[in-house]
């Protein structure tokens, strides 16, 4: 059952690499993941 409201934010040192709220959707796991790992690499 679809709820409402709420808010799914990732964030990283602070600062904020997935928002729910901006986008309206969940983001795919792998997209989480490639984010990240650039996170590391830079």
Do not use: H, N, Q
């Amino acid at each position: 059952m679809p709820a409402g409201g709420g808010c799914f934010e990732v964030t990283v040192d602070d600062e904020l690499i997935y928002s729910k709220l901006a986008t309206g959707d969940f983001p795919d796991p792998e997209e989480i993941l490639e984010t990240l790992l650039a996170r590391l690499d830079a």
